[in-house]
Antibody, heavy 115, light 107 residues
Framework: QLQETGPGLVKPSGTLSLTCAVSGDSISTTNWWSWVRQPPGKGLEWIAEIYHSGNINYNPSLKSRVTISVDESTNQLSLQLTSVTAADTAVYYC??????????WGQGTLVTVSS | DIYMTQSPSSLSASVGDRVTITCRASQTISSYLNWYQQRPGKAPNLLIYAASSLQSGVPSRFSGSGSGTDFTLTISSLQPEDFATYSCQQSYTTPYTFGQGTKLEIK
């Protein structure tokens, strides 16, 4: 199971910070872990993925603003997105990713960027 | 980036109907194509991976086919719980990309 937590409201130009708690699986296994977002009424957008060794792949469209990390001691995944605007308003999901798709997802958390 | 285009964007059908949704990639992705179902307010759920493999626990009325650039998702006999949005996703290369979604509605 995956569970996202974080503030539901972030001010423009601020930093969005989310955590994903992973249970029933070790974040240190042979899996990649991703963040995916979905603006209201729109399609899914992959943000980035990380392997526990620290290898990271980014969506180039967001790379300059994204920090993704894992904490093996707490079995958690984290996301930071800087300089947010209204366009970053979305439901943010963490997911276990593989070459055969995202096979496990959190329930998602809505983050609204507004003053 | 690899662009994924789904058709149709929306579809009305009745319980018991057979429906097909198409996904086209802007370049070849071999069989690295996955399908998801998403109900309102819920996270996506993986249905089909590697173009034609049924994810564990998914009913056999769902099937997928295709390779290269053209793929299809077929639901052989629609059930009430199948009315949802379906999205394709390529896992051939990063950045992973999704189709815009097909909303399947009750006629």
């Amino acid at each position: 199971q995956l569970q996202e937590t974080g503030p539901g409201l972030v001010k423009p130009s601020g930093t969005l910070s989310l955590t994903c708690a992973v249970s029933g699986d070790s974040i240190s296994t042979t899996n990649w872990w991703s963040w995916v977002r979905q603006p209201p009424g729109k399609g899914l957008e992959w943000i980035a993925e990380i392997y526990h060794s620290g290898n990271i792949n980014y969506n180039p469209s967001l790379k300059s603003r994204v920090t993704i990390s894992v904490d093996e001691s707490t079995n958690q995944l984290s996301l930071q997105l800087t300089s947010v605007t209204a366009a970053d308003t979305a439901v943010y999901y963490c997911a276990r990713s593989a070459a055969v798709g995202f096979d496990s997802w959190g329930q998602g958390t809505l983050v609204t960027v507004s003053s | 980036d690899i662009y994924m285009t789904q058709s149709p964007s929306s579809l009305s059908a009745s319980v018991g109907d057979r429906v097909t949704i198409t996904c086209r990639a802007s370049q070849t992705i071999s069989s690295y194509l996955n399908w998801y179902q998403q109900r309102p307010g819920k996270a996506p759920n993986l249905l089909i991976y590697a173009a034609s493999s049924l994810q564990s626990g998914v009913p056999s009325r769902f099937s997928g086919s295709g390779s290269g650039t053209d793929f299809t998702l077929t639901i052989s006999s629609l059930q009430p719980e199948d009315f949802a949005t379906y999205s394709c996703q390529q896992s051939y290369t990063t950045p992973y990309t999704f189709g815009q979604g097909t909303k399947l509605e009750i006629k």
